[in-house]
């Protein structure tokens, strides 16, 4: 087969797959699956597709983030973890995460050496393949131990076979990818931390090489995320008697309405409804624990038209919220998992705050501890504003302007107000908190910002009658903490609902929770990872 020419790749739409690697088979599935028929001969990096206008230009993964970042491409698929490496983070969208690929980017050391936490390892010696993001992470832990000079840590790229580096006496830890963890374990290591975890994603430019591309990307990008859907859900189906059909729609809900069809025997229906797949087993469970009969799964190929469905699932809830308690609803959204899914998603809806000065904090409580009081999270903002730190704090407009009468009671403190909530101008989709700071900087005026919720987070706006007709609370009180979109380096979060329910959030590593007396604690880090800590 020929190369193409020039000639023929003008006008057609650049479309970087992995060429080797852990993604480029699972790359090469969710193409067939979305019908992007191509025949590419052995050495060729470039080929056309031959039922669109196409190009597919086969790159290794770690260099497609600039190719599309840079504009060169105009999608790609490649890990977010090397997409963060290649700090083209602002440079490219991601459209759509890919459910393959997935793992963490973890600090390992020597089973039986003497380094056990980031802290023992700060300061020595660092092989990876991840110098950027490796060097992020142990310039927080040299900053937190105040290691200067000489005594900060030593960063060492190397190109592959990482796990061999700690035996070799090159490094006293390594910063490489774990998945099974058949790798280290094989080499005597052991992770003492994460620093992010990963998973393959669909990626567009933010600097397209033609705009009238756009409805192509967006097909292709619909099509995609049809097969990765498909691979999430199967399809439960069952028989169930008309009396346990309310219990049964509370475990098979569907992503809008399970189907409900008449049998013969009328006290019985035959119900079918989506599933998350890893759920199925479950699912079944429960609903043999009913009294179900002929319980069913079969998989997907392909879907089409999943909305996301937050807002039908409140509205359901609003109408008929008596057999749904808090409990049932914590404990699928207070999963890690779940919260880190919505902070993702409502991040990408936010509209972003600029801050050129990274060094900001934010406080924040997750409300609703029935008993009345002042806010408390309020108030400790400004107490660690007078105190010098330099605050980004996220509030409703209603807390400002009706400030409860104990909080602002004295003089000083009221003239110590912050300024009112920041709103960004109608037509920006960005705003600039920095004046404020640089303001407050050069001022007597508290280094303090209050910004706008209803405005840098339309979505949630738009959920909010919703969630006040609820006579419970939800997952939005826990996502709160974790959307600022001045995104503070530093946050610290925790809620007590049971002495063994807690949620903390730490963005700057994760601590013990404050008291000591947490048996578990639910984590959330960043918008990807997640986790339990006991
Ligand atoms: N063990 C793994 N499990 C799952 N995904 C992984 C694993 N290792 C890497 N990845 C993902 O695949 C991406 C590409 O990694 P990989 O090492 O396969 O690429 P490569 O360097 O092009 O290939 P090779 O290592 O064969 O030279 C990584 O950035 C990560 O997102
Ligand atoms: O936890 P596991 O399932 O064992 O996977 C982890 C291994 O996979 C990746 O390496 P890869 O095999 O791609 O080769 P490399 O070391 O050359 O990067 C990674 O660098 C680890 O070595």
């Known amino acids: 087969m020929h190369p193409p020419d020039v000639e023929a790749l003008n006008g057609r739409l650049l479309f970087a797959i992995p060429k080797k690697g852990r993604l480029h088979e699972r790359c090469l599935q969710l193409l067939a699956g979305a019908d992007i028929q191509f025949r590419r001969s052995d050495r060729l990096d470039v080929c056309l597709v031959m039922n669109h206008p196409i190009t ?95 005594q900060r840590t030593r960063i060492q790229y190397i190109g592959g076979s990482v796990e061999a580096a700690c035996a070799l006496g090159l490094a006293d830890g390594i910063v490489d990818l774990v998945e099974s963890g058949d790798t280290m374990r094989a080499a005597g290591l052991h992770a003492i931390a994460t620093v992010m975890n990963t998973e393959a994603v669909l990626i567009k430019s933010n600097t397209p090489s033609r705009a009238d591309h756009s409805p192509l990307i967006n097909l292709i990008a619909s099509r995609i995320a049809g097969v990765v859907a498909a691979g999430k859900y199967v399809v439960c189906s069952y028989n169930i008697s008309r009396e346990a059909l309310p219990r049964a729609v509370l475990i098979t809900p569907g992503r809008r309405a399970p189907t409900v069809s008449p049998l013969e025997n009328t006290d019985w229906v035959d119900v079918s409804a989506m599933v998350v797949k890893k759920e199925s087993a479950r699912v079944m469970d429960e609903l043999v624990e009913i009294g179900a009969k002929d319980i069913l799964i079969y998989s997907l190929n392909n879907c089409r038209g999943l909305e996301h469905t937050f807002k039908t699932l409140l509205a359901k809830l609003v109408k008929t919220p008596h057999p749904t308690t808090s409990n049932s609803l914590s404990n699928t959204c207070l999963r890690p998992k779940n919260l880190a899914a919505a902070a993702k998603v409502l991040c990408a809806r936010t509209l972003k705050a600029i801050v050129d000065d990274d060094d900001i904090v934010d406080i924040v409580g997750t409300g609703g501890d029935g008993h009345n009081t002042f806010n408390v999270s309020t108030a400790a903002a400004i107490v660690a504003a007078g105190a010098g730190a330099r605050v980004v704090k996220v509030r409703n407009p209603v807390h400002i302007t009706r400030p409860h009468p104990t909080l602002f009671l004295s003089r000083s403190t009221a003239a110590a107000l912050p300024p009112p909530p920041q709103a960004p101008p109608t037509s920006s989709k960005h705003s600039t908190v920095t004046s404020s700071l640089q303001q407050a900087r050069t001022s007597s005026a508290p280094p303090f910002v209050l910004i706008l919720a209803s405005y840098y987070h339309p979505a949630l706006a738009l959920l909010a009658p919703y969630r006040k007709s609820l006579p419970f609370r939800t997952l939005f009180n826990d996502l709160g903490p ?53």
């Open 56 to 150: 597919l230009v086969f790159l290794p993964a770690s260099d497609i983030p600039s190719f599309v970042g840079n504009g060169n491409v105009d999608l790609g698929i490649t890990g977010h973890d090397v997409i963060l490496e290649a700090k083209m983070q602002d440079k490219v969208t991601e459209i759509e995460r890919l459910a393959f690929g997935k793992c963490a980017l973890q600090v390992q050391v020597p089973e039986r050496g003497p380094v056990k936490t980031v802290e023992d390892l700060a300061g020595k010696r660092i092989v990876t393949s991840f110098e950027v993001l490796a060097g992020e992470y142990f310039a927080r832990a040299d900053d937190r131990l105040a290691l200067v000079g000489e």
């Open 482 to 534: 974790l959307i600022n979109p001045a995104r503070p380096r530093a946050d610290r979060v925790w809620r007590r609902r049971t002495r063994q329910d807690e949620l903390y959030r730490g963005n700057v590593g994760v601590d013990a929770c404050p008291d000591g007396s947490v048996t578990e604690t639910v984590l959330v880090r960043g918008c990807l990872g997640s986790g339990h800590m006991r």
